[in-house]
């Protein structure tokens, strides 16, 4: 295994972060894994590397792949592809979205692993990784991304990387300007390490209707080739993906506050920003969360609450005058899409699971359900 890069992990904090298991305000997650396996099929990498069971996989499934890559296997967002085109090779890829990421957790679960049991019985093959992200939720919201959009733009920033973009997001209603989240990314997006600060409960209430939740953010962390390959191994090491994260983090980036000095101009004398420096005093509260969910139908549940059940509410009460049951014909005469009826199929095919590895799989569909 290679050696730590020690202009890439900052040995200080490395070695220092210790990580408690008590605090939800700051939480670790992969959120990202992208792996080419060569000389496997796609049999093995379903059954032994990934270690879901076949009859739960939709083989040659309809469904975008990725640039020169056709999707040949899928379960929901955990997808295996194999190269097209001039991008052919020997061998496949898998591939894991954020949401393929919560999902593969239930089959961690399942099979009592974690994400390091997997990370190691990946490397025994031949394998590479494009991509991996690590990411940090802070639900404390010990940093606001406005403000260091700010600090941003008077150059209040000490970082090795120097490609640095704003997005900002707003919606003009009749009284006002309505904020709809903004995102701090630096790092250019071709390269092989970027890191991007955003507001996730904006985009959350965006995508799914849920409530907004303004103390949620979001720090990802970006790996490509040779330095996704080099935070595995980092990762295999101390098996610890809070320590990893955050030490990257903390070496690559940090804000300033403008001395009370002012004949100070190097910027490796400014002081901290504050909220930046408390942030990582309390790095070492950062644990791994392990969250598994049904992402697909959290996303419908969500929906069919905010945006479709008191349209459903006000025929069940009219049904109740007129003495007609509209909700029960709604259902009666409704027609599941292809996209439906593979959600449906996905669900079904998990209950020829045992009985405890179906509570595990259906823990985040029964939370909504029940709340």
């Given at each position: 295994?290679?050696?730590?890069?020690?202009?890439?992990?900052?040995?200080?904090?490395?070695?220092?972060?210790?990580?408690?298991?008590?605090?939800?305000?700051?939480?670790?997650?992969?959120?990202?894994?992208?792996?080419?396996?060569?000389?496997?099929?796609a049999f093995t990498i379903i059954e032994d590397?990934?270690?879901?069971?076949?009859?739960?996989?939709?083989?040659?499934?309809?469904?975008k792949g990725i640039a020169g890559h056709e999707l040949i296997a899928g379960f929901?967002?955990?997808?295996?592809?194999?190269?097209?085109?001039?991008?052919?090779y020997e061998g496949f890829q898998i591939l894991m979205s954020g949401s393929g990421c919560r999902n593969y957790e239930n089959f961690l679960a399942m099979n009592q692993e974690t994400w390091f049991d997997f990370l190691e019985r990946v490397c025994t093959y031949n394998v590479n990784f494009p991509r991996i992200d690590l990411a940090i939720d802070d639900r404390k919201t010990y940093l606001k991304i406005p403000e260091l959009i700010r600090l941003k733009n008077e150059g209040l920033i000490s970082s090795q990387l120097r490609e640095m973009s704003e997005n900002s997001s707003d919606e003009l209603t009749e009284d006002e300007v309505k904020p709809k989240g903004k995102s701090l990314y630096i790092g250019s997006k071709n390269s092989d390490f970027r890191i991007i600060f955003y507001e996730k409960g904006y985009e959350q209430s965006e995508k799914f209707g849920k409530e907004l939740d303004t103390d949620w953010n979001r720090y990802e962390l970006r790996f490509r080739q040779e330095k996704a390959v080099r935070v595995v191994q980092e990762l295999l090491k101390d098996r610890d993906v809070a320590r990893i994260a955050l030490s990257v983090l903390n070496e690559k980036i940090r804000f300033l506050q403008k001395p009370e000095n002012s004949k100070t101009t190097r910027k490796r004398l400014y002081p901290t920003y504050p909220p930046w420096?408390?942030?990582?005093?309390?790095?070492?509260?950062?644990?791994?969360?392990?969250?598994?969910?049904?992402?697909?139908?959290?996303?419908?549940?969500?929906?069919?609450?905010?945006s479709v059940s008191p349209s459903l509410k006000l025929m069940s009460e009219i049904g109740k005058l007129d003495k007609q049951d509209y909700i029960g014909l709604l259902v009666k005469n409704g027609r599941m899409n292809t996209t439906q009826q593979r959600i449906y199929d996905d669900y079904k095919k998990s209950f020829r699971l045992g009985k405890e590895e179906r509570r595990l799989f259906d823990s985040e569909c029964t939370k909504y359900l029940t709340e």
């Amino acid at each position: 295994m290679v050696e730590k890069d020690e202009r890439f992990f900052s040995e200080p904090s490395y070695t220092n972060r210790r990580v408690t298991r008590q605090n939800e305000e700051l939480t670790a997650l992969i959120d990202w894994c992208q792996i080419t396996v060569k000389e496997v099929d796609a049999f093995t990498i379903i059954e032994d590397i990934l270690r879901i069971p076949l009859n739960l996989m939709e083989l040659h499934c309809s469904g975008k792949g990725i640039a020169g890559h056709e999707l040949i296997a899928g379960f929901d967002n955990i997808r295996i592809l194999k190269p097209t085109g001039n991008a052919q090779y020997e061998g496949f890829q898998i591939l894991m979205s954020g949401s393929g990421c919560r999902n593969y957790e239930n089959f961690l679960a399942m099979n009592q692993e974690t994400w390091f049991d997997f990370l190691e019985r990946v490397c025994t093959y031949n394998v590479n990784f494009p991509r991996i992200d690590l990411a940090i939720d802070d639900r404390k919201t010990y940093l606001k991304i406005p403000e260091l959009i700010r600090l941003k733009n008077e150059g209040l920033i000490s970082s090795q990387l120097r490609e640095m973009s704003e997005n900002s997001s707003d919606e003009l209603t009749e009284d006002e300007v309505k904020p709809k989240g903004k995102s701090l990314y630096i790092g250019s997006k071709n390269s092989d390490f970027r890191i991007i600060f955003y507001e996730k409960g904006y985009e959350q209430s965006e995508k799914f209707g849920k409530e907004l939740d303004t103390d949620w953010n979001r720090y990802e962390l970006r790996f490509r080739q040779e330095k996704a390959v080099r935070v595995v191994q980092e990762l295999l090491k101390d098996r610890d993906v809070a320590r990893i994260a955050l030490s990257v983090l903390n070496e690559k980036i940090r804000f300033l506050q403008k001395p009370e000095n002012s004949k100070t101009t190097r910027k490796r004398l400014y002081p901290t920003y504050p909220p930046w420096e408390e942030f990582m005093k309390d790095v070492g509260k950062v644990r791994l969360t392990m969250n598994p969910q049904k992402k697909t139908l959290d996303k419908i549940w969500n929906w069919l609450t905010v945006s479709v059940s008191p349209s459903l509410k006000l025929m069940s009460e009219i049904g109740k005058l007129d003495k007609q049951d509209y909700i029960g014909l709604l259902v009666k005469n409704g027609r599941m899409n292809t996209t439906q009826q593979r959600i449906y199929d996905d669900y079904k095919k998990s209950f020829r699971l045992g009985k405890e590895e179906r509570r595990l799989f259906d823990s985040e569909c029964t939370k909504y359900l029940t709340e």
